[in-house]
């Protein structure tokens, strides 16, 4: 039977649906041939996905060294940290076995504190990366070259400050971009060539001030336009007179003048049409920026996914419950970092061709695993302790047991375990506090140290001169001021080339501040109901009630724009 719950963090209240009970089922663990019943949540989703995202540090890379060859490197993990921390080459290398830390499990202690002190002994791996070339500042990303401040991106070249950016070329600060070539300052924008200061964007070229178009080429200044040419402010144009004044805009932007143009932008996207919902070729599901998928519920940037509930970022997934940032993953629950064939795994974090996990920190490959920290290729391990398939069978039934009697069987690690600050991680841009809210909590806080080698100059962002023409090569032994935080910031010499052929200003912001503003045009991952503004259906969208937004159902929408 559904049951309705309060959540134990913010005291919302939640529904606990037959679909999940089912689920739960589904999930929970069977170890010698008997099932251990994960019981159901006592965090509200917005609560337990907030826990998982303190896990994940995309952006703040750090200079240190690796602990065993002694080789300067980035790394996601600040040179204070407790942690010993290897780079790739070493970390992969068959020099050292994560099972030689290895250790018995105390009953007479939570598995959680266990597991923190194999957190500090095993060693950890710099950055999450695979086969990138010439590509030293980017996490979570593979097969990028020549790639600079790249996060969560694959198969990439000459691309930098992005995130989300899959099989692009000279692609500059963007967010969600795919199979794109030259675009700047781009948000969810697909099989676009340059592109400029756009967002919703598919098929797309040569345009720039672009929201939810489709198939547009020389436009600027438009919204909700289908398969057009030549057009400004959605007034079609002679490709002569066009030239003409996009040759006067882009001169105006190169100039300064871009704060006006981003003004009028904002204000055309606030009186366009907007979809209640993204979704494209799906059946049966609920939340936003869904495609080929059906039988999902409240899920958000999936693409290919079958039966899942509460996925927030994922690529062939199928049957998955509270997950984040996923990629060919099956039956996994309340975990994040799953990927590359990841099956059956709970309570995770990072799990890659691994399957039968619970509560493990960092596995690739292997199988049958608990409490397990920075496991290379391994079977039947508790905290990183070698066991028979029959001596693991017997001892994780015990281990259950234990859990559930200190409170911890069916909660994912809790944020004080994160090996990370909440500041660094994914959990501030998606549910941000103040250093104060998050040190009431009992959490970290890290404060940037922003310190910059080689610097000549540094300029207050506003002080930059207005033109791209006037920017001299110096620049680049600047440390410019962001307007916003206050935060030093350079230039490297590929990007004040983009900008020069591009005929576009040196940027006024931080890289992070940059980052920021762009997820802060798409809205958040909560669902309301609203009436559609044409046909007063009911719809469910992530526009707020009090949003001055024309929202139009799918119906709607699609006869507007076609």
Same mark, same amino acid.
């Given at each position: 039977m559904p049951m309705d719950k309060v959540c134990s963090q913010c005291a919302a209240s939640f529904e606990i649906t037959d679909g999940d009970l089912a689920f739960y089922e589904k999930v929970s663990p069977v170890i010698g041939g008997k099932k251990y019943p994960i019981p159901p949540p006592t965090l509200c989703p917005d609560c337990r996905q907030q826990r998982r995202l303190v896990w994940r540090n995309e952006r703040n890379l750090y200079r240190r060294t690796c602990d065993q060859c002694n080789k300067s490197i980035i790394s996601i993990y600040p040179k204070a940290s407790p942690f010993t921390v290897f780079c790739p080459d070493c970390w992969w290398s068959d020099t050292w076995d994560s099972r030689d830390f290895g250790q018995e499990m105390d009953f007479g202690r939570p598995l959680f504190e266990q597991m923190r002190e194999l957190q500090e002994e095993v060693p950890r791996l710099s950055l999450n990366i695979v086969s990138n070339e010439n590509s030293e500042y980017i996490n979570l990303s593979g097969y990028n070259k020549n790639c600079y401040l790249l996060f969560a991106a694959e198969y990439n070249e000459d691309c930098h400050y992005g995130t989300q950016v899959i099989k692009?070329?000279?692609?500059?600060? #963007?967010?969600?971009?795919?199979?794109?070539?030259?675009?700047?300052?781009v948000v969810d #924008?697909?099989?676009?060539?340059?592109?400029? *200061? $756009?967002?919703?964007? $598919?098929?797309?070229s040569e345009s720039l001030f672009l929201f939810d178009c489709r198939g547009c080429a020389h436009c600027i200044l438009c919204t909700n336009m289908r398969n057009q040419k030549y057009c400004i402010r959605n007034q079609q144009m002679q490709s002569e007179a066009f030239a003409a004044e996009k040759k006067r805009i882009t001169e105006e932007i190169a100039k300064g003048k871009f704060r006006e143009y981003q003004e009028e932008f904002a204000s055309l996207k606030r009186t366009c049409l907007h979809r209640a919902a993204d979704i494209v070729n799906c059946e049966n599901v609920t939340g936003d920026y869904?495609?080929? @998928?059906?039988? %999902?519920?409240?899920?958000?940037?999936? @693409?290919?996914?079958?039966?899942?509930? /509460?996925?927030?970022?994922?690529?062939?997934?199928?049957?998955?419950?509270?997950?984040?940032?996923?990629?060919?993953?099956?039956?996994?629950?309340? @975990? %994040?970092?799953?990927?590359?064939?990841?099956?059956?795994?709970?309570?995770?974090? &990072?799990?890659?061709?691994?399957?039968n996990l619970l509560y493990c920190d960092i596995i690739q490959s &292997?199988?049958? =695993?608990?409490?397990?920290?920075? =496991?290379?290729? &391994?079977?039947?391990?508790?905290?990183?302790?070698? *066991?028979?398939?029959?001596? /693991?069978?017997?001892?994780?039934?015990?281990?259950?047991?234990? =859990?559930? !009697?200190?409170?911890?069987?069916?909660?994912?690690?809790?944020?004080?375990? @994160?090996?990370? #600050?909440?500041?660094?991680?994914?959990?501030?841009? *998606? *549910?941000?506090?103040?250093?104060? !809210?998050?040190?009431?909590? &009992?959490?970290?806080?890290?404060?940037?140290?922003?310190?910059?080698?080689?610097?000549?100059?540094?300029?207050?962002?506003?002080k930059l001169p207005a033109s791209i023409e006037n920017i001299p090569d110096d620049v680049?032994?600047? #440390?410019?001021?962001?307007?916003?935080?206050?935060?030093?910031?350079?230039?490297?010499?590929?990007?004040?080339?983009? /900008?020069?052929? =591009?005929?576009?200003?040196?940027?006024?912001?931080h890289p992070d501040e940059r980052h920021k503003r762009r997820m802060a045009l798409r809205n958040p991952r909560v669902l309301w109901q609203r009436k559609c503004g044409k046909c007063g259906k009911e719809v469910q969208t992530t526009y707020a009630p009090d949003r001055p937004e024309i929202v139009y159902c799918e119906a709607c929408y699609l006869a507007e724009v076609y």
């Open positions: 692009s070329t000279g692609c500059v600060d #963007a967010f969600d971009c795919y199979e794109s070539r030259y675009c700047y300052e #924008a697909e099989k676009c060539h340059s592109v400029l *200061y $756009s967002q919703n964007v $598919s098929a797309c869904l495609k080929n @998928s059906h039988n %999902l519920r409240t899920c958000f940037d999936v @693409s290919y996914g079958e039966d899942c509930t /509460y996925v927030y970022t994922g690529f062939q997934v199928k049957d998955l419950g509270d997950v984040c940032h996923t990629t060919e993953a099956e039956l996994g629950y309340d @975990s %994040l970092s799953l990927g590359y064939g990841s099956y059956n795994t709970a309570f995770t974090h &990072g799990s890659w061709s691994a399957k &292997g199988s049958d =695993m608990m409490g397990c920290v920075s =496991m290379k290729p &391994g079977k039947y391990c508790i905290l990183n302790k070698q *066991y028979t398939k029959e001596r /693991y069978e017997n001892f994780v039934p015990k281990v259950i047991a234990h =859990m559930q !009697e200190t409170k911890e069987w069916g909660e994912f690690f809790p944020v004080t375990l @994160s090996p990370f #600050a909440y500041n660094e991680t994914n959990a501030q841009l *998606y *549910y941000p506090l103040s250093e104060v !809210e998050v040190l009431q909590h &009992g959490w970290r806080w890290h404060k940037p140290e922003d310190s910059l080698s080689g610097v000549k100059k540094t300029i207050l962002a506003a680049l032994n600047w #440390a410019i001021t962001c307007e916003e935080t206050r935060r030093p910031f350079r230039i490297i010499k590929q990007e004040l080339e983009f /900008y020069r052929k =591009m005929k576009l200003p040196i940027p006024h912001f």
